[in-house]
């Protein structure tokens, strides 16, 4: 399995749900079928948790056989991953956006209201219904539950916080 540490770039645009893909150039049909796949285990995520989850049911879900999951993903666990990866790498981008929009207004903000802005749109990442932030809890716990995941989980987390303490630095400046 590939680890987050593997990956690159935590997060921001360097960082995308593909990057535990793999290595090789991806046909839109292969990415369709990735984003099907992390889509319906959202779903059943949300409902079921990632323990009371079966790759059949993703895969039941998505309207895939076993073979589509097991040619994007090597097994559960990675699909954990790149589900949090792309959540983090969403969540980034919009608090991203933020601070370029503080930029182009060129107003100058007290700290706290620039800080509220960007986290808040970092903690927002436009994922707020029910499936995704109860698929979005289950994520986190059982990555930090799990012991083989606790350790990359743990590195791209601390990635993460170094470029979002960079991105706030950026946007006070």
Do not use: H, W
């Not at 895969?59 to 991953?81: H, I, M, P, Q, W």
């Amino acid at each position: 399995m590939t680890s987050l540490r593997e990956v690159g770039p935590a997060v921001g645009a360097a960082a995308t749900p593909t990057s535990l893909l793999p290595a090789g150039p991806f046909s839109a049909r292969r990415t369709r079928t990735r984003t099907r796949l992390m889509t319906a285990a959202v779903a059943v995520f949300a409902e079921r948790g990632v323990i009371g989850s079966s790759v059949e049911e993703i895969c039941e879900a998505a309207g895939f056989t076993r073979g589509a999951f097991y040619s994007n993903f090597a097994d559960k666990d990675a699909l954990v991953l790149a589900l949090i990866e792309q959540g983090i790498a969403e969540e980034y981008a919009a608090a991203e956006e933020a601070v370029t929009e503080l930029k182009a207004r060129g107003a100058r903000l007290l700290a706290t209201d620039t800080v509220s802005q960007v986290l808040g749109r970092l903690s927002g990442g436009g994922r707020s219904d029910r499936t995704n932030l109860l698929a979005q809890r289950e994520l986190l716990l059982y990555a930090a539950r799990v012991p083989g995941l606790r350790e990359p989980y743990q590195a791209f987390a601390d990635a993460c916080r170094a470029q979002v303490e960079a991105l706030v630095t950026d946007a006070l400046t």
